[in-house]
């Protein structure tokens, strides 16, 4: 009798034991279906570590340092209309991309055949993107400007939200800044004070005087270029956006981008980035000649000598500094 009673005692632990398990099982099941965003943001990790269009080196490395830097809210943008978020990177064909969101925000747009759309980017130049477009259309749409807290990271996490970016080689991308800013003769230089950052630099890496150089019509070379930027990375001075780390810039430990474009392969991954809009039957991606006579990118051997012969120390200090986007990207870092 009491062997029977001790068979059916251990029994009936097993059995409440199975029966507290399903209900656990159960209630979290539950939890889920009432919650479907969890069940996405958890196919989406596992999509973003598999899949490699998503960069598995990312992620691994923010594991890996634990490099948690600051969410940049000034340089988030959301398009609720589009459902879309991106990060603001300059030179990675960022002119371009504002020229085809903008007629997106106009319901003609919709209307209009593919012929009709590329005719009306044409008729946007540089100086309206930047000066007029960038301030009354995209301005309100940056995170920074979300006073709710709770709202901006809602935006981060939420699946629906097809979040995105453009790269580029660091170094090609600092010398397309050099190339556009310093050395093209934009008509538009002056007005958004590229001349005087130009003169700044001048200044301050030649030790002469402002009068002196406007006289002799001193012009930044290469060389100084690089310096002045080794000089601010070596004094934790920040970097202007148009060469600063794109890894830092858009906070990618914190945000898990859908898809990342390369400038490299720019027509390619553009023509992606239209179907993922549903509008690549309504317009194409504009041509960087809309902006610029001659194209900004020089051979890699010949871009690698460029930076080596600025000084092997400060090569290595802009390595150093431009290592995690070689990292994040799948960039190689030449060793010296």
């Given at each position: 009798m009491e062997k029977r009673l001790s068979k059916y005692s251990v029994t009936g632990k097993f059995r409440c034991l199975l029966i507290s398990l399903w209900l656990i099982i159960g209630i979290f099941y539950i939890h889920l279906r009432k919650h479907p965003d969890?069940?996405?943001?958890?196919?989406?990790?596992?999509?973003?570590?598999?899949?490699?269009?998503?960069?598995?080196?990312?992620?691994?490395?923010?594991?890996s340092n634990n490099s948690q830097t600051p969410i940049l809210w000034e340089n988030l943008i959301y398009?609720?209309?589009?459902?879309?978020?991106?990060?603001?990177?300059?030179?990675?064909?960022?002119?371009?991309?504002?020229?085809?969101?903008?007629?997106?925000?106009?319901?003609?747009?919709?209307?209009?055949?593919?012929?009709?759309?590329i005719l009306e980017l044409e008729?946007?130049?540089?100086?309206?993107?930047?000066?007029?477009?960038?301030?009354?259309?995209?301005?309100?749409?940056?995170?920074?400007?979300?006073?709710?807290?709770?709202?901006?990271?809602e935006i981060l996490e939420s699946p629906s939200i097809f979040k995105f970016i453009f790269v580029r080689h660091p170094f090609q991308r600092i010398y397309s800044s050099f190339r556009d800013k310093f050395q093209n003769d934009n008509v538009d230089d002056t007005m958004f004070g590229w001349k005087d950052l130009e003169e700044d630099i001048l200044t301050k890496m030649s030790?002469?005087?402002?009068?002196?150089?406007?006289?002799?019509?001193?012009?930044?070379?290469?060389?100084t270029f690089l310096k002045y930027i080794v000089y601010c990375i070596q004094h934790d001075q920040e970097l202007n956006s148009h060469w600063d780390l794109i890894f830092r810039r858009c906070s990618l430990c914190h945000i898990n981008y859908d898809w990342i474009g390369k400038f490299e392969r720019i027509e390619k991954d553009a023509?992606?980035?239209?179907?993922?809009?549903?509008?690549?039957?309504?317009?194409?991606?504009?041509?960087?000649?809309?902006?610029?006579?001659?194209?900004?990118?020089?051979?890699?051997d010949d871009l690698l000598n460029l930076f080596?012969?600025?000084?092997?120390?400060?090569?290595?200090?802009?390595?150093?500094?431009?290592?995690?986007?070689?990292?994040?990207?799948?960039?190689?870092?030449?060793?010296i």
């Open positions: 969890n069940i996405r943001r958890l196919k989406s990790k596992k999509s973003l570590l598999n899949n490699p269009t998503f960069n598995g080196n990312r992620i691994s490395y923010c594991s398009l609720p209309h589009l459902n879309v978020l991106f990060c603001n990177i300059p030179k990675t064909a960022s002119t371009n991309l504002r020229r085809i969101l903008y007629l997106t925000f106009n319901t003609n747009f919709y209307n209009r055949s593919k012929e009709e759309n008729k946007v130049n540089r100086a309206q993107v930047w000066f007029n477009i960038e301030r009354q259309m995209f301005d309100p749409y940056y995170l920074k400007n979300y006073r709710d807290l709770t709202q901006r990271l030790n002469s005087t402002l009068t002196w150089i406007r006289r002799n019509d001193i012009r930044l070379d290469f060389d023509s992606k980035l239209l179907e993922k809009f549903n509008i690549s039957d309504k317009v194409s991606f504009p041509s960087w000649k809309l902006d610029q006579q001659t194209k900004y990118r020089i051979d890699e080596i012969n600025n000084g092997r120390k400060e090569y290595q200090t802009l390595s150093d500094y431009y290592k995690q986007d070689f990292i994040a990207f799948n960039y190689t870092i030449h060793e």
